[in-house]
């Protein structure tokens, strides 16, 4: 009673490659249903044949909601990464061409671009070796 209202989690790392199979019928079932770069029917199919699940139209709607949730998760995911990619090389542009005006001092150059005086830094060694 006393552990009534606790959680527990477990993390189970998924397999990135489509034809790498784990070995162990579960972690393979958990990969096909999870799979990113699957469409629900694929997913269907496979669980049918191999794991003899029977779908009906419940368990079909299920598994399109599941998917369709995934499918815009990742998308979200990849769409944020990109946006973070993005803002990033547009410091670099902005710090590389402080950096061409002679102007600036190392700090002045990171109070601009708003990132560590250490990333300026390298970004200036990287400019020394590429003018060398």
């Not at 959680?7 to 162990?24: N, R, T, Y």
């Not at 599941?66 to 998760?73: I, K, L, P, T, V």
Request: glycine share 4%; proline share 2%; charged share 35%.
């Amino acid at each position: 009673k006393k552990d009534y209202d606790l959680m527990e989690g477990i993390l189970i790392c998924l397999s990135q490659d489509e034809e790498e199979a784990s070995g162990s019928d579960l972690l393979d079932f958990l990969n096909t249903t999870f799979r990113k770069t699957m469409s629900a029917k694929e997913k269907r199919k496979i669980l049918e044949e191999k794991y003899s699940i029977p779908f009906d139209q419940e368990l079909e709607e299920e598994m399109e909601t599941m998917d369709g949730a995934f499918s815009s998760a990742y998308k979200s995911s990849l769409e944020r990464k990109g946006m973070k990619q993005g803002i990033e090389e547009e410091k670099r542009e902005t710090i590389q061409a402080l950096f061409q005006m002679n102007r600036f001092s190392l700090q002045e150059i990171a109070t601009i671009a708003r990132c560590p005086i250490e990333k300026v830094q390298k970004i200036q060694e990287e400019l020394n070796k590429k003018s060398s």
